[in-house]
């Protein structure tokens, strides 16, 4: 079932944005494409199948969110652990590469998003995919995010060694 979610993907990046990005130049384009396989293989661990839940989105039986911080953790309940750990690398490459897309990175814009990419996340995986969703995941993902910014702060210097400002953001950009 997932097999047509993939196929979508790919259409759309082919059709929407390899062209578009490819024009812009090879870091750009890296770069873009590198977030959007990122992306993609996000939604295919937390949400797909997308494409064969539609019709069942209305008719299913969604879980409601856990809102107690770390009620896993607390009550010594399923794999914890495994999980924290898991959502925080999850998010780690979405922290780093966030700050690729400006040149005003800072840590509260990467944490804001995390959080947005996160919540937005948790919410449609009732609604999609019926599986449960949870307040520490956000926490935990949004931690991942930040460690992604930290990271991307030390590799930044070797970065610059590499790529020039203007070739990912243009010679007069104020992004």
Known sequence: M??????VIVIVYLLFFFKKWQKKGIWIFTINTLIY?????????TLMPIITSIPQIFHHSS???NLNLFEDLINGRGDYLRQIILNIIMTIPFGFLINFKTTKNSFLKTAG??????????ILQPIISS?????TDIFTNTIGGIIGYFLFKIANPFINNYIKKEDLYGKHSNN
Do not use: G, Q
């Open 131 to 135: 599986r449960s969703s949870d307040i």
């Open 63 to 65: 879980a409601k969110m």
């Open 2 to 7: 997932k097999t047509l979610d993939i196929i």
């Open 113 to 122: 998003y995390t959080l947005l990419f996160s919540l937005t996340i948790e």
């Open 37 to 45: 396989i990122y992306i993609s293989a996000v939604l295919y661990f």
